[in-house]
């Protein structure tokens, strides 16, 4: 058995590598933009590529290297029920929609005058999102008919960049209000104003569509459940000040008693539905009710470096450390078996 990585700095393979090396595991590092990549993978029998939103080559080829791979039954992470919907809200909304899965009311439409006449007869307020992004980038709450109706334009229109200048110097400056950002963070931020990453000049606009999602009130915070294999654990992120958005808001609580069990219960029940290696849902609570707000297979490593343990799929909890990444690796060698 003969593992395969593509390596990225601040991404699971470090994890992925140094397992590996602990455990006397055979790998090798690949480079995944190589052209002759699907060569070089020849004599291994996994692939393994934390592929990241953001980093405009891992968008325009990962998913296309990692299911080509399958076609040739070559075990990948994350493979194609894990991973075909990463960073497509829309495409979720389908999926958890096809499955029956208690997603949080949400709304798409490709034709202008469509989304113009539902934004005449639905009520206030909602939440706009575009398809990609994390962190609660590219997300805005809808107060009214005029603001919807001008989002509404601006898709069918000109389109919307994926990187919101503005919003990244806003999130820098409360961050460090806070107490969780430093001057030069608040700095970077406002020379995003005029300097615009090379990610962002590389993505495309964003146009053709409109999504939008029910507001869901009196939530102080949403619940993060990571399910991998028959494990889960999970977080409590609180929104930020005067916002409604939880998500990236650095705000975490690890405390266990604080996450209703109602998530994790539900969070392995959808992902047995939908076959998915890894999975990280994040929930809101309505009428007692958790509804998911969207999903992904990634996640930041560091934030939970502080959890106390995690729950198996009989919700027994078990109070230890313990290392996601590695879970994810034993997934892959357990299917080469």
Known sequence: MKLAIHHRNNSFSDRWIQFCQENNIDFKIVD???SNIIDH??????FMWHHHHVDFKDVIVAKKILFALEHANIKVF??????????DKVAQKYLLEAINAPL?????????????NWAKETT????????GGAGASNVKLVRSYSQAIALINTAFGCGFAQFDRLGYFKERFNKFKNGKDNFIGVLKGFARIFIVPKFAKQQPTERGYIYFQEFIPNNDSDIRVIVIGNKAFAIKRMVRENDFRASGSGNIVYDKNEINLSCVNLAFEVNRKIESVCTAFDFV???????IVEISYGFAISA?????????????WYESKFNPQEWILNNLISRLK
């Open 285 to 291: 609570i309505h009428d007692g009710k958790p509804l």
């Open 304 to 316: 939970y470096d502080n959890c106390s343990g995690y729950w198996d799929h009989n919700l027994h």
């Open 41 to 46: 993978l020849k004599d291994c029998d996994a």
């Open 104 to 116: 949080v009311p949400s709304y798409v439409f490709y034709d202008k005058q469509q989304a113009l």
């Open 124 to 131: 206030y307020p909602k939440v706009f999102k575009l398809k």
């Open 32 to 34: 995944a933009f190589h």
């Open 78 to 87: 994350p493979d194609f029920k894990t991973g075909w919907h990463f960073d």
